[in-house]
Nanobody, 118 residues
Framework: QVQLVESGGGLVQAGGSLRLSCAASGSFFSINAMGWYRQAPGKRRELVAAITSGGSTNYADSVKGRFTISRDNVKKTVYLQMNSLKPEDTAVYYC????????????WGQGIQVTVSS
């Protein structure tokens, strides 16, 4: 079983910054990909950014150049630095982690609210 604890959300004005963190704990052999998704009211959950165990990253077009995903493998934590925030970034953000336990499993965090005011 894997537990994910997210932190760092909140209310910020447009143009501001927030940093999300997601720490993984529990019983598993290794962490593979880690990522952040978001879901705005009335919309489908979408990928924001992901990072592989080797450090390769990919981003949604809407956040490229503004958001940066990173990970600390020792702390088993993934981060999302969000700069130049826009009102359309308002959503619940979810951490997603793929582990090998053995066998491959995917886990979700509980979600954290990010609200950007105009």
């Amino acid at each position: 079983q894997v537990q994910l604890v997210e932190s760092g959300g909140g209310l910020v004005q447009a143009g501001g910054s927030l940093r999300l963190s997601c720490a993984a704990s529990g019983s598993f052999f290794s962490i593979n990909a880690m990522g952040w998704y978001r879901q705005a009211p009335g919309k489908r959950r979408e990928l924001v950014a992901a990072i592989t165990s080797g450090g390769s990253t990919n981003y949604a077009d809407s956040v490229k150049g503004r958001f940066t995903i990173s990970r600390d493998n020792v702390k088993k934590t993934v981060y999302l630095q969000m700069n130049s925030l826009k009102p359309e970034d308002t959503a619940v953000y979810y951490c997603n982690v793929d582990v090998y336990s053995p066998g491959k499993y995917s886990y979700w965090g509980q979600g954290i609210q990010v609200t950007v005011s105009s």
